[in-house]
C-alpha cells in the first residue's frame, strides 16, 4: 500500500512582514477610497451627502492611521527577522502615512486659519 506524502507546509511570513506591507497598502486603499468616492461628495445636490464625507474622511484616516501604526510596529520586527523586506516597505509606508497626514491637518489647520481671518 503505498501513502501520499504530505505537501510541505507553507513557512508563515512574519508579523513584521505583514506589517511592513500593509503600512504601504494602506495608502494605496486611501488614494482608490478618495477617487471611488470623489463624485458622490463633490455633488451637493446630493441630500445625504454629510454622512458619505463623514464616513469617507473617518475611514481615511482610520487606514492612514492603520497604515502609520503598521509601519512603525515593522521596524520593531527588523532586529528579529532581517532588514529584507521589512525595513524599505516600512519605511516606504511611514512616509506616505505620515506625508498624508500632515497634509491633512496642514490643511484644516490653513482652513480653520482662513475663515477666522474673515470673520
Known amino acids: 500500500m503505498t501513502t501520499v506524502p504530505e505537501p510541505p507546509k507553507k513557512a508563515k511570513t512574519p508579523f513584521a512582514k505583514q506589517a511592513a506591507r500593509a503600512s504601504w497598502v494602506a495608502p494605496i486603499c486611501f ?68 506625508g498624508i497626514l500632515a497634509l491633512m491637518v496642514l490643511g484644516e489647520a490653513l482652513i480653520l486659519w482662513l475663515e477666522s481671518r474673515h470673520r
Open 31 to 98: 488614494v482608490v477610497l478618495d477617487g471611488a468616492t470623489h463624485g458622490v461628495r463633490m455633488d451637493y445636490s446630493t441630500p445625504w451627502r454629510g454622512p458619505i464625507v463623514l464616513g469617507v474622511v473617518v475611514l481615511a484616516l482610520v487606514l492612514l492611521v492603520f497604515g502609520l501604526t503598521m509601519g512603525i510596529l515593522a521596524l520593531f520586527g527588523v532586529k528579529r527577522h532581517g532588514r529584507k523586506g521589512i525595513l524599505a516597505p516600512a519605511v516606504v509606508g511611514i512616509c506616505l502615512n505620515g
